[in-house]
């Protein structure tokens, strides 16, 4: 059970990554709605809907917890 559960973290925290350094990116482009309508295009096009969904449920329990 433990190992399941690190190997789900390590999932996640891979996600989290790839997606802060997907902003890190987008960040430099000097139009800042351009830049986050971008990377949304970019999450819809390449990213698959269950993935999305996880990075939504992520980004909803952090925001719950600030």
């Given at each position: 059970?433990?190992?399941?559960?690190?190997?789900?973290?390590g999932?996640?925290?891979?996600?989290?990554?790839?997606?802060?350094?997907?902003?890190?990116?987008?960040?430099?482009?000097?139009?800042?709605?351009?830049?986050?309508?971008?990377?949304?295009?970019h999450?819809?096009?390449f990213?698959?809907?269950?993935?999305?969904?996880?990075?939504?449920?992520?980004?909803?329990?952090?925001?719950?917890?600030?």
């Amino acid at each position: 059970m433990q190992d399941r559960l690190s190997r789900v973290g390590g999932a996640l925290s891979q996600l989290i990554r790839m997606v802060n350094q997907m902003g890190g990116f987008f960040e430099a482009m000097p139009d800042r709605d351009d830049a986050l309508h971008d990377l949304v295009l970019h999450l819809k096009r390449f990213w698959e809907p269950r993935t999305r969904r996880e990075l939504s449920r992520i980004w909803i329990r952090t925001e719950a917890q600030s």
